[in-house]
């Protein structure tokens, strides 16, 4: 329960501090902090998380299991503006075990004990940093594939939710790398960054996240 508090607590901190992304640019191999501005793009958080979190083949949990806890990073740009990545993805924010916290920035939701009943996924997300949190009791990483089925986006080795190829350029990164891949087989691996370019690039792909707040 104490790593789950303090797990917590370290989310909230880092919403509160800026510059929780770092990234380079084109021509130079300096790390330099992201500071993207939020844009009004919203993909928001859906209904029915525990039966979107068996939809991706995932078993949900009366509480937090940390025996395996991985966290990666993901970031998600529309024609150079980046998309809110939502708080409580995999999580029953209705449940009243769930407790909740209000940020400058956002809702930040955990805090769990134990539900009684099933109310959150193994892959879920606490607040709006991006970061998608693994928490199991076995080693299984979790793939881009099943957040995205939990976030009920769809996405396929030429579509990104409603945005596809040829007519709309797609791009999948990780830690600053182009993926050539299917993208739902992307290993949320720890301390992994992962970014999505759909249309015109930012002015930066990110190439790491800054952990040290978590």
Not at 88 to 99: A, C, L, R
Not at 126 to 137: A, F, Q
């Amino acid at each position: 329960m104490k790593s789950i508090l303090g797990a917590a607590f370290a989310l909230s901190a880092c919403l509160l501090i800026a510059g929780c992304g770092i990234g380079t640019t084109p021509s130079s191999s300096a790390a330099q902090t992201s500071n993207a501005p939020k844009s009004s793009i919203s993909w928001p958080t859906p209904p029915h998380p525990m039966e979107l979190a068996r939809k991706a083949g995932l078993v949900p949990e009366d509480y937090e299991h940390l025996e395996y806890h991985v966290h990666a990073h993901l970031d998600v740009f529309i024609n150079g503006k980046q998309v809110t990545v939502p708080a409580g993805i995999g999580i029953n924010t209705k449940d009243p075990k769930v407790k909740h916290q209000k940020t400058a920035q956002g809702m930040v939701y955990g805090w769990i004990t134990d539900c009684g009943h099933p109310c959150i996924s193994p892959l879920h997300t606490h607040d709006t940093t991006g970061v998608l949190h693994t928490e199991t009791s076995k080693p299984r990483p979790n793939t881009l594939g099943e957040f995205f089925v939990e976030w009920n986006r769809r996405l396929t080795p030429t579509c990104v939710s409603s945005y596809c190829e040829p007519s709309t350029k797609i791009g999948i990164f990780i830690d600053g790398k182009r993926f050539h891949g299917d993208p739902r087989t992307i290993l949320l691996a720890n301390h992994r960054e992962i970014a999505i370019v759909i249309g015109k690039r930012p002015k930066y792909i990110p190439i790491a996240y800054n952990w040290s707040q978590l």
